[in-house]
């Protein structure tokens, strides 16, 4: 078993332990997939296109590089399923896509799985950029998700090069579909490779590319589904770096495909951003020593995780992802989606929109919506259901000790 130490000097106080052998990541390897994955030339990695499976080529090539096995249909490394796109109720087009799956046979008796999808927004024809004209713009998605991807393929290459064999085997699995409606992952769990039974765990990389330097905070949510994980997460808080904790299996990424079948799972992720679902998700604004420190810490984790026994599942306290509301109006902000609580926080607000010109601030937290209660991101959604465009309202926010009513216009 490898012990770790985070190479960025601003958070090498976290883990005191040497690195025993071969450098454990390298931010370089980091970046390189990245570059690749959100260059140009793949043309926004949307789900069913050319470009994607040349994303999903990559991702292959990597895998057997490193040296799995791979797990996908009658050998391959690709595991193909149908998607259909709906957007806001109306069904667009369908097709095929693929989940690229490579294992690591450890010998052991449970399987951790790390994964991530490589899918994004494409040139915007699926109706889910935030670009105020996205038809024709590429949406290269370094961030969402080629950071998550590439955060993958380093663990694959970690662990399947280290000499001591771990205490887990491991599925590596980067979905397709996400963007659409978790389709890769809600297939795969549903057509696992391996019994589901003897699954320990999952660990969802979404977005892990914008750790902030200034203010580090990585958002883990899932850690109350299973005993262990918030004890072991507790334990590495820092100055350095805070980890925000939240007990939530259930979030708008593919963990929640596993929490639906009883697997505990975790989803590691750095924040949101004004480039979120924009074309301007690109590699420049990346931060690959911040990747590391997260994947330092997924590697920490699973070190620490109990090899005698399996994770026990815990159900937790999640908003109802099962039947999205339809709503025709936007407020114009990027939500918080940790946890739920007295209110949701705005993480920022986009310009030229509602939230912008009645006064809303980034770091306000939302309370109401009209006379609709406000405590994380589906009641949010289904505030916005209840109102169509030009209607008038009064938004309740708390910043800071202060509670403010702003009226909107939709």
Not at 54 to 73: H, N
Not at 129 to 144: F, V, Y
Not at 295 to 306: D, E, T, V
Not at 339 to 352: F, I, P, Q, R, W
Request: charged share 20%; with cysteine; net charge neutral.
């Amino acid at each position: 078993m490898r012990k770790f130490l985070l190479l960025s000097g601003l958070f090498t106080t976290l883990f005191a332990s040497p690195v025993s052998g071969q450098d454990f990541l390298s931010v370089g390897r980091i970046m390189k997939h990245i570059e690749v994955l959100a260059h140009d030339s793949l043309m926004g990695r949307a789900t069913g296109s050319i470009y994607e499976a040349k994303a999903a080529r990559y991702i292959a090539a990597e895998f057997q590089k490193a040296g799995l096995k791979p797990m996908g249909s009658n050998g391959t490394w690709l595991q193909e399923f149908d998607f259909q796109v709906s957007s806001h109720g109306v069904k667009g087009r369908n097709g095929k896509a693929n989940n690229v799956i490579g294992y690591l046979d450890n010998g052991a008796k449970y399987t951790v799985v790390i994964g991530g999808h490589y899918d994004h927004l494409g040139t915007g024809e699926d109706g889910n950029s935030l670009d105020g004209k996205p038809e024709g713009k590429i949406h290269n998605g370094a961030d969402d998700n080629a950071s998550g991807i590439a955060g993958v393929i380093e663990l694959a290459h970690f662990y399947a090069g280290n000499k001591e064999k771990e205490a887990f085997n491991f599925l590596f699995v980067c979905f397709s579909g996400e963007e659409l409606g978790l389709f890769g992952s809600i297939y795969f769990i549903e057509h696992c490779p391996i019994p589901v039974s003897s699954l320990n765990c999952m660990v969802n990389m979404d977005m892990i590319g914008r750790l902030s330097p200034d203010k580090p905070v990585l958002t883990i949510s899932g850690v109350g589904t299973a005993p262990e994980f918030k004890p072991i997460l507790s334990g590495m808080q820092s100055k350095a770096l805070e980890l925000q904790l939240d007990s939530a299996g259930v979030g708008p990424s593919d963990h929640t495909s596993f929490y639906n079948k009883q697997v505990p799972a975790l989803h590691f992720f750095t924040g949101t951003h004004l480039d979120y679902h924009k074309p301007s998700d690109d590699v420049e604004k990346i931060n690959g020593r911040g990747t590391e420190v997260t994947l330092n810490i997924i590697a920490s984790l699973i070190a620490k995780l109990p090899a005698d026994r399996k994770l026990e599942f815990l159900k937790t306290r999640n908003p109802s992802m099962g039947n999205t509301p339809s709503f025709k109006v936007t407020l114009g902000i990027m939500p918080s989606y940790a946890g739920e609580g007295e209110g949701m926080k705005v993480e920022a607000v986009l310009d030229g929109k509602p939230a912008k010109k009645a006064g809303i601030q980034d770091g306000d937290l939302i309370l109401f919506i009209g006379e609709h209660r406000v405590t994380e991101v589906q009641s949010y959604m289904k505030a916005l259901s209840k109102f169509s465009k030009g209607d008038n309202t009064i938004v309740k926010v708390k910043r800071g000790s202060e509670t403010l009513e702003l009226p909107v216009t939709f």
